[in-house]
């Protein structure tokens, strides 16, 4: 049904975008994630090489003195903060997503006003919110991280974590920012800006950590200045140059409860979805705490997790593509091509990821040797050997639950995408974890597998549910020609 914020069909089909979207599925499909991935690797990379720096890869290329605070007690103390980091990006993206989403709704109902209004909500939202979470993870942070099992490496962890903690505010507004581009249409911009502050991360890192050896608090400074140089550009290009399609007018501003509505209505249940998951991580650790697998246990999870987020990253850019080919197709009713491109992005995300399972266990030593090439990083190599093998199991079956998340997206079934994501981190995960380490006293390995388990199930549950709201789509598809043969 057609509303006052919907463009009418033949505005729809005068911009390319939206033709790509309601052709042919299948090259939908990958013409928007191609792109999604290209902006999307370049943060995933800068992660695993923060991780690199971290361990004390490439140290003597900088100083012939050692530095302190690196190697497997540093990639433990960044374990400890990394929840809370993951909790600020979740909260952050899903306040961008409920923004953006209500930008691009007004923009296609040609309300620039209404457009801007929303763009200055979330800009302010964004601060809000930044500097209260700044405020309790910075003052609470040595309560917080000794709490959650940081010991000997508990000055590590509180040092590094002040630091990114104070700079919270500049994570929410490139993400906010990223956002607020991408819903007028200026993708390659976000990626341009995402790219720039990746890169000049990974440049950072090496000079503060090894020549001013500040160790692991120099990844922290390192990260902050690159973010809050990016949000200068970004500030700069919305606010000051102003050949963006929103305007930012902040005179006589006052909250409107319709616009706050709209925004949150999206993005509480994305924030929430993506919380699941950093709260998940939360209490891995705790149990791997537990388990006495310890810093060095936390370190191998930490480590080894960028891997894992390398090796699904084609599957996050599958996953965006789908959201937007299953939403106009659902939206332009045509169910038959919601059902291809949700089967085809099924099918390429699990042949993607059986090939990157393959290379990742055959390739896992010489991965692992990457990051423990300090004396205390040889500690956790046969353990991060053995974590990459048999994490990367999941992989191929994790194609069905992602991509069957972001169809449930799509079709505006959001409550339906944050169950799947809920059954899968929260309950299985959480469950399994304690069950196999615990119970079944396997320890950290038990984890490991838990991880694999729960995940597995996770998708095959999902995606059935998925293939069987499509299935009633197209019943329904049926039962109308049906009925206009009778008619006829």
């Known amino acids: 049904m057609k509303t006052d914020e919907t ?44 991780a690199l720096w971290v361990s004390g890869f490439g140290m003597g290329l900088f100083t012939t003195q050692a530095i302190p605070d690196v190697g497997a007690d540093a990639l433990a103390a960044v374990g400890f903060v990394l929840p809370f980091y993951m909790m600020v990006i979740a909260l952050s993206t899903g306040i961008g997503i409920g923004g953006g989403a209500a930008i691009s709704r007004r923009i296609g109902a040609k309300d620039k006003q209404g457009a801007d209004n929303t763009a200055i909500h979330t800009v302010v939202i964004t601060m809000i919110f930044s500097i209260i979470l700044s405020l309790i993870l910075y003052v609470f942070s040595d309560t917080i991280l000794t709490s959650i099992g940081a010991d000997t490496t508990a000055d590590m962890a509180i040092s590094y974590g002040r630091i990114i903690f104070a700079g919270v505010i500049f994570i929410f507004f490139s993400q906010v920012a990223f956002a607020i581009l991408r819903a007028e249409g200026d993708a390659k911009r976000a990626m341009y800006a995402m790219m720039f502050g990746s890169v000049l991360n990974i440049i950072l890192d090496p000079v503060f950590i090894f020549t001013f050896r500040l ?221 196999f380490s615990l119970i079944l006293d396997y320890g950290i390995t038990g984890i490991w597998w838990a991880i694999v388990i729960a995940n597995l199930i996770g998708s095959v549950i999902s995606f059935g549910w998925g293939k069987l709201e499509v299935n009633k789509l197209l019943k329904r598809t049926a039962t109308s020609h049906e009925q206009d043969a009778v008619e006829g």
């Open 215 to 435: 160790g692991v608090s120099g990844a922290a400074y390192a990260t902050i200045l690159s973010m809050s140089i990016t949000s200068m550009v970004l500030f700069y290009w919305l606010f000051l140059k102003k050949d963006t399609y929103v305007t930012f007018q902040f005179k006589d501003f006052s909250f409107k409860k319709s616009i706050l509505n709209d925004i949150f209505k999206v993005g509480l249940p994305a924030s929430v979805q993506q919380l699941s998951m950093s709260f998940t991580m939360l209490i891995i650790i705790v149990i791997i705490g537990i388990t006495s697998g310890g810093e060095a246990g936390v370190a191998v999870y930490n480590t080894g997790w960028r891997v894992v987020m390398i090796a699904v990253l084609p599957l996050l850019g599958l996953a965006t593509a789908v959201t937007s080919v299953t939403g106009a197709t659902y939206g332009a009713q045509t169910y038959k091509k919601l059902n291809t491109a949700f089967l085809y992005a099924s099918r390429t995300g699990f042949l993607i990821e059986l090939v990157l399972a393959a290379i990742i266990f055959l390739l896992a030593p010489y991965i692992a040797a990457l990051f423990t090439t300090t004396q205390n990083g040889f500690d956790i190599l046969e353990d991060l050997i053995l974590f990459l093998r048999i994490t990367c199991l999941f992989y191929p079956g994790a194609a069905f639950g992602i991509i069957s998340s972001s169809m449930f997206q799509g079709i505006g079934k959001g409550v339906n995408a944050l169950i799947a994501t809920l059954l899968r981190t929260l309950l299985l995960t959480v469950f399994l974890a304690i069950f």
């Open 7 to 50: 463009p009418s069909t033949e505005q729809h089909k005068k911009t390319k975008g939206v033709e790509t979207l309601l052709g042919e599925p299948k090259k939908a499909i990958i013409s928007l994630a191609i792109p999604m991935i290209i902006a999307m690797s370049s943060h995933t990379i800068y992660n695993l090489v923060d």
